[in-house]
């Protein structure tokens, strides 16, 4: 079955470091990857996401790009403001598409938190 | 736009006992989901209604969970009885298509504890 492995947290920063949280997944077929974001007492917002292979999602100054061959979906930042301190998720879609789209495979979350 | 809705906000019960969730999608969406989100770990898929027909209820605890959606719209989650390993935060969300790749709007979820 599908799975998302995130890099195990938490991340602390200082601001305007630059951000990396790595993200593989294991999935059949070709499935559409996200970021989704969690701000302390809000709900889950997508924050980006790529639908093939090489394709670079952006919002934010947040981007990962879609690596098929090393099954990967890496977030980064070039520099992290305290705002940016949050919950991330890595998440994949059904390859299978269709009303499968919305059906999200999740990874387990990265604790990021951004010290002034 | 008026954000997926859901309610209550909190829920403490004891085990065995019944508990319900009410969820009110964006205006308009047909796709609606409800995930279980476990502290420490990533949401997990357990109902997806198409209108008012489920269109997966594979990952769903049937013999403890129900979920309907009545007339399209809103929806309810029940669990009864409640067991100690169902304390997570119970989130809906919702879709305006997903055959055209429609994102998913999350509400903030219902927060259950079970004592």
């Known amino acids: 079955g599908n799975s998302v492995t995130q890099m195990e947290g938490p991340v602390t920063l200082s601001e305007e470091a630059f951000l990396t949280i790595n993200c593989t997944y294991t999935a059949t077929g070709y499935p559409s990857l996200f970021w989704y974001v969690q701000y302390p007492g809000e709900g889950l917002q997508l924050l980006l996401k790529?639908?093939?292979?090489?394709d670079k999602g952006s919002n934010k100054g947040f981007e990962a790009t879609y690596r098929k061959e090393t099954t990967s979906f890496h977030l980064e930042k070039g520099s992290v403001q305290v705002s940016d301190s949050a919950v991330y998720f890595c998440?994949?879609?059904?390859?299978?598409?269709?009303?499968?789209?919305?059906?999200?495979?999740f990874g387990q979350g990265t604790i990021l938190t951004v010290h002034p | 736009e008026a954000g997926v809705a859901q309610s209550p906000r909190y829920k403490i019960i004891e085990k065995r006992q019944s508990v319900a969730f009410w969820c009110n999608p964006i205006s308009g969406h047909a796709t609606l989901y409800w995930y279980q989100q476990i502290l420490g770990q990533g949401p997990k898929l357990l109902i997806q209604f198409q209108n008012n027909g489920v269109v997966d209820d594979s990952q769903l605890p049937k013999d403890r969970f129900s979920a309907e959606r009545l007339k399209g719209v809103d929806s309810t989650l029940k669990i009864q009885p409640a067991k100690l390993e169902d304390s997570a935060v119970y989130l809906c969300?919702?879709?305006?298509?997903?055959?055209?790749?429609?994102?998913?709007?999350f509400g903030n979820g219902t927060r259950l504890t079970v004592t």
């Open positions: 790529a639908t093939k292979a090489d």
């Open positions: 998440a994949l879609s059904d390859s299978a598409g269709g009303t499968s789209y919305g059906k999200l495979t």
């Open positions: 969300a919702s879709s305006l298509d997903p055959g055209a790749r429609s994102p998913l709007h």
